[in-house]
């Protein structure tokens, strides 16, 4: 059957987010968009809370909870402010959970724990000017030489690339042309700060402002030899199964800012008066917000339904 609704424990996790979301988060939002600063203490807070573990095993840091549950935090977090909830969903499904799907166990032990603590932030690096939707066209290339990948290339519009918590890059690369030239794409994980890794000043963004984003450049940067993340010519396959998974979460992002519209459309409809009473007493009104409202709910559902059992973190992947 399809879910929903929520469960008693999920409905107690989905009201203590959305009450920090209203406490906290919301009333420094406008501050950190206008100014397009990352908000470093929300992060701590949000950190605190444990959202950052939140899908991950106890085993290694984490909340043991779901990809559900993270939707349900990112949503609540959308509703008030966009960039917080990219900022969680960056962090979790693009930065952590390539290491958990496809690292190797002395990587996981290594990396999960402080990425789940939200005591450092990994970013994930797929796109580059000319590989967006396209993303198999990558020019990013990788050698091997003396027990190092050597990295040259850039990319684009990286989050959580460049802010002071941020510890790790995951980067996809080419390392192996065939003589027909078909071209095999892997992951590295980059430690960072490192030589040759530079990040470019951040994009001067229309919305997302107060989420990091920046290009990065990539000068024959080293990375050691072990940092390669799951199999050799397999990082486009995996980027893509994590690209998968990071839909759902950017759905519920999408369904938290749609009912932070209707929860502004409402506000303002019973805030405003015209000809000596509410705007939202006018049918007009009122069904638009209805209309709103509902598709909200419809939208809501479709991502509930979408992730689990599929998406469940602990299933093999
Ligand atoms: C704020 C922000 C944060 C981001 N964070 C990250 C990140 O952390 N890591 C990362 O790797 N990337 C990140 N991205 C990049 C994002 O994944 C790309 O923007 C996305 O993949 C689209 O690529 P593009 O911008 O090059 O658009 P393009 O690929 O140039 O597409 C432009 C338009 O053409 C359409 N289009 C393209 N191909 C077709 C087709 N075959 N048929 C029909 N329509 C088509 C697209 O749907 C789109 O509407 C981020 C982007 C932004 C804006």
Redesign the pocket.
């Known amino acids: 059957m399809p879910q929903t609704t929520l469960s008693e424990d999920q409905e107690l996790f989905r009201a203590t987010v959305a009450e920090f979301a209203h406490d906290v988060v919301a009333k420094v939002a406008a501050h950190h968009d206008t100014t397009a600063s990352f908000p470093y203490d929300v992060v701590r807070q949000m950190a605190e809370m444990g959202l950052f573990g939140l899908p991950f095993p106890e085993a290694y840091g984490g909340m043991g909870g779901d990809y559900f549950t993270l939707c349900l935090a990112i949503e609540e977090l959308a509703r008030v402010d966009q960039s917080v909830a990219i900022t969680l969903e960056?962090a979790c499904s693009?930065g952590a959970m390539p290491v958990y799907r496809f690292g190797s166990e002395s990587q996981k032990q290594y990396w999960l724990p402080q990425l789940s603590s939200g005591s450092a932030l990994g970013?994930?690096?797929?796109?580059e000017a000319d590989a967006?939707?396209?993303?198999g066209g990558t020019r990013t290339n990788a050698r091997l030489e003396d027990g190092w990948w050597i990295v040259n290339g850039a990319?684009?519009?990286?989050?959580n690339s460049g802010t002071e918590l941020t510890k790790l890059v995951t980067l996809t690369a080419v390392t192996d042309v065939d003589d027909d030239g078909t071209k095999h794409i892997s992951s590295l994980l980059v430690e960072v700060p490192a030589e040759g890794l530079v990040v470019e000043k951040a994009y001067d963004?229309v919305g997302?402002r107060a989420?990091d984003?920046h290009p990065l450049s990539f000068l024959n940067l080293r990375v050691p030899r072990e940092n390669l993340l799951g199999e050799r010519g397999r990082g486009y396959a995996n980027f893509l199964h994590i690209l998968d998974e990071g839909r759902i979460a950017i759905a519920a992002l999408a369904v938290g800012a749609a009912q932070g519209c209707v929860d502004e459309s409402v506000a303002y409809a019973n805030s405003r008066v015209a000809f000596g009473r509410a705007i939202g007493r006018n049918q007009a009104i009122a069904f638009k917000i209805a209309d709103m409202e509902a598709r909200t709910h419809v939208a809501r559902c479709a991502y509930y339904d979408a992730t689990p059992p599929r998406f469940t973190v602990g299933m093999a992947s």
């Open positions: 960056a693009l970013a994930f690096a797929l796109t967006g939707s396209d993303a990319k684009s519009f990286i989050t963004k997302w989420s984003t």
